[in-house]
């Protein structure tokens, strides 16, 4: 992080396309902001910086800058609104000419073109606006030679007609391009989805991702892209199994069929009578919200490089889910799970474009706190398996007790 005398340097230089200054914390000025220095197009290969409490001619505003102010800085990474979650280092508050002065810093994206709320920013020198068409095409012509993640990697041997391009189209464009740009869009459908990640133009056949969320046959191309639920109605495996189902549809629709399965096949309730009293409650063998969390935090981190699925287990006492894939990335067993990395960030952002998850990083500790107000144990994360992740979620004692 900058010291105080590179701040002041920065304050002062009018001409510099990597520097912001502002006093407003509001996300509509702080999003575009960060996603345009996400996006680097002028290939700096450098962090921009946004200048909190700085006026547009540099000197220091004298505002006083506390935790509401720092809370609302965290927002623009967490809340989702720019995607793909972009990389930021918050600096404690400088003291600096009798004001407080925060400085953002904003690494490039290895995952351009980066996006808030569906619109493409970029910087080049003082200029800050919505990128064209062609300079879209620019940061997802760069993106393919700087990404290394499976997702986002070409599926070498498919092509375009191994898409369902009408549900892309239809149900996702809409949610993940803001109206206005769709509005003026005149690009094919290739180039549409590459600037989604999804295809690969330099290779002309979709990417990896593009297979799992829109292919029709995700599995011919990449075996284990499925999920798997078994019920077994006992506490322990046996012979035997009570049902069976099997989740092999595209990813897109299949997160639609899995949310109403939960809904109406694991999650359970049932009326009881408060202890003495003579009205009765509700009570959940498991909290929704809890369960689609898991899973779904299984379908964002697993390593589909794999042959085997993700696994659901559903005993008499408990469920276990299991998916290939070891922690990832700064995440280890001593930070886990307050911290977070994406090992599949372009299957992590269309869940989140789609609204299954609402926010990155809380997820895990957000599915405990339903779990705790459920009565049911933590979770349990077993990370002995070296290749694999499991977690165990117990049925809840008033369902146990009822």
């Known amino acids: 992080m900058?010291?105080?005398?590179?701040?002041?340097?920065?304050?002062?230089?009018?001409?510099?396309?990597?520097?912001?200054?502002?006093?407003?914390?509001k996300e509509d000025k702080l999003g575009p902001a960060t996603c345009a220095f996400s996006n680097d197009f002028s290939n700096h290969k450098k962090p921009g910086y946004i200048l909190l409490g700085v006026n547009d001619d540099g000197t220091v505003n004298g505002m006083t800058i506390g935790d509401e102010e720092l809370q609302k800085i965290g927002n623009v990474k967490s809340n989702g609104n720019v995607l793909p979650q972009p990389s930021l280092i918050v600096s404690p508050v400088f003291k600096i000419d009798g004001g407080d002065v925060v400085v953002v810093e904003v690494q490039p994206s290895s995952y351009p073109p980066v996006r808030y709320d569906g619109r493409c920013w970029i910087r080049i020198g003082p200029r800050k606006s919505k990128a064209t068409i062609e300079e879209e095409r620019m940061l997802t012509e760069r993106r393919s030679s700087?990404?290394?993640?499976?997702?986002?990697?070409?599926?070498?041997?498919?092509?375009?007609?191994?898409?369902?391009?009408?549900?892309?189209?239809?149900f996702y464009l809409p949610k993940a391009i803001d109206a206005e740009t769709l509005k003026q869009n005149n690009r094919d459908i290739k180039q549409q989805l590459a600037s989604l990640r999804f295809y690969d133009l330099v290779?002309?056949?979709?990417?990896?991702?593009?297979?799992?969320?829109?292919s029709e046959r995700p599995t011919y191309y990449i075996p284990g892209a499925y999920i798997q639920y078994v019920k077994i109605p006992s506490a322990e495996i046996i012979p035997g199994i009570e049902f069976e189902k099997e989740f092999k549809k595209c990813l897109c629709l299949d997160l639609l069929n899995i949310d109403e399965f939960i809904q109406s096949v694991i999650i359970k309730k049932s009326l009881i009578q408060k202890p003495d009293s003579m009205q009765e409650q509700i009570i959940y063998n498991y909290p929704l919200w809890s369960i689609r969390e898991l899973i779904f935090n299984a379908v964002i981190h697993r390593n589909y490089e794999t042959n085997a699925p993700i696994l659901i287990y559903e005993f008499?006492?408990?469920i276990e889910i299991k998916n290939s894939g070891y922690l990832f990335g700064q995440v280890n067993q001593y930070n886990f799970p307050n911290l977070s990395d994406y090992r599949n960030m372009e299957i992590a952002e269309s869940l989140k474009t789609l609204g299954y998850i609402n926010k990155f990083n809380f997820g895990i500790n957000t599915a405990i706190k339903y779990l705790r107000d459920n009565n049911n144990p933590d979770p349990i994360f077993d990370l002995s398996l070296v290749t694999a992740m499991k977690v165990t979620i117990s049925i809840s004692n008033n369902w146990k007790h009822r």
């Open 2 to 25: 900058l010291s105080v005398a590179e701040v002041k340097v920065l304050m002062k230089d009018m001409e510099s396309d990597r520097v912001e200054r502002t006093i407003s914390f």
């Open 203 to 214: 290779n002309d056949c979709p990417t990896n991702a593009g297979i799992i969320l829109f």
């Open 146 to 170: 700087l990404t290394k993640a499976f997702d986002v990697r070409p599926c070498l041997g498919s092509s375009i007609s191994d898409l369902n391009t009408d549900l892309f189209k239809t």
């Open 316 to 318: 008499t006492d408990r």
